[in-house]
């Protein structure tokens, strides 16, 4: 990306600061605990979906495909208790492929530096291996957790047997500090916020109060693109599919220009990403300005082109520049 001019890199770097409460009533001010909180789960336990609700905003990707989550996203909760920080990790998993490597030691890294730690269980899924996976990384701070089993509102929650599951596996946890909620529902999620604050010692804020996440706007942009790309497309090709922004541009105080690639792996992902009569890459470009006029206070003009970057998975340059 080219360099940006120092008057149009404040204006970028100024839109993250969008918490601003929309309704322009005055907030109870901010309380003074302080927490850096670390959520950890499988794959598609519900963890973005924890972070949007509890942060009130669209701060991670939400979809139905599993492994989405790629980096350390953090959201920002602000209440009259103090300030939650927290930092939304990829789904932890058994896998040997470099790429969920990768992700793995993100996730290990932030339990080390966090303050408390979220586990959030599926409960309509058995704990199994995986799940003991990560009680086994959990074992040495079961002082500084608290654990949320979701989904409940499902028909096939087995909450009770989850519930087992963490008092055989984490005994030292407090039953009070296992929470059953339905993250998609916002039920118990002020319980679970509650349970953290107890927890949470005073210290200065980490953020001003106005923020609700703390990602640059090249990130957050990417994020938007690859959420409207994997929700769209089939089978493997959403973990082939990266974003690299490679231009942006403040044309006008109201309006910005960048240029984006969807960068995939084979040419025969390129033409499905693309899409007959180029109507699928169409119809992400929408989608993806629509979602991103809720999040920023001015226009996008998005330029959004399809890339191959054969093997992209395997290459060290691209994994470090995409797992921040």
């Known amino acids: 990306m080219e360099e940006l001019k120092e008057e149009e890199k404040g204006k970028l770097e100024n839109s993250i600061a969008e918490g601003i409460d929309s309704s322009g009533e005055e907030q109870p001010p901010v309380g003074d605990k302080t927490a850096l909180v670390t959520i950890i789960g499988r794959p598609s336990a519900g963890k973005s979906t924890f972070l949007n609700t509890a942060s009130g905003e669209p701060v991670s990707i939400v979809s139905a495909i599993p492994q ?34 990768r992700m793995r030691n993100i996730v290990a ?73 339905s993250a998609k529902n916002d039920e118990g999620i002020n319980d679970v916020l509650k349970a953290l604050y107890d927890l949470a010692p005073v210290a200065p804020h980490l953020y001003s109060e106005e923020f609700y996440t703390d990602q640059e706007v090249d990130f ?35 309006k910005m220009w960048c240029r984006a690639f969807l960068c995939v792996e084979t040419e025969s992902q390129k033409g499905i990403v693309i899409g007959k009569g180029a109507s699928m890459i169409k119809t992400i470009r929408v989608e993806s300005i629509k979602a991103l006029r809720k999040i920023f206070d001015y226009k996008i003009d998005l330029d959004l082109q399809v890339k191959v970057e054969k093997g992209w998975r395997q290459k060290d340059g691209v994994l470090d520049r995409i797992l921040r």
């Open 68 to 101: 989405t989550t790629r980096n350390a996203i953090r959201g920002i909760v602000n209440t009259s208790l103090g300030q939650l920080v927290f930092v939304d990790t990829p789904g932890y998993h058994d896998s040997e492929k470099k790429m969920n490597l």
């Open 109 to 181: 890294d932030q339990l080390e530096n966090s303050d408390l730690i979220l586990y959030i269980i599926d409960s309509t899924r058995t704990c199994a291996e995986e799940e003991r996976l990560i009680t086994a990384l959990l074992e040495k701070h079961q002082k500084k957790i608290v654990v949320a089993i979701n989904k409940i509102d499902e028909k096939n929650s087995m909450k009770e047997s989850a519930r087992k599951f963490v008092s055989s596996h984490l005994s030292e946890i407090p039953k009070e500090k296992i929470l059953e909620i």
């Open 220 to 254: 957050r942009i990417a994020e938007v693109i690859r959420e409207q790309a994997i929700n769209r497309l089939d089978k493997e090709i959403p973990h082939c599919v990266y974003v690299k922004i490679a231009d942006m541009e403040m044309r006008t105080p109201t």
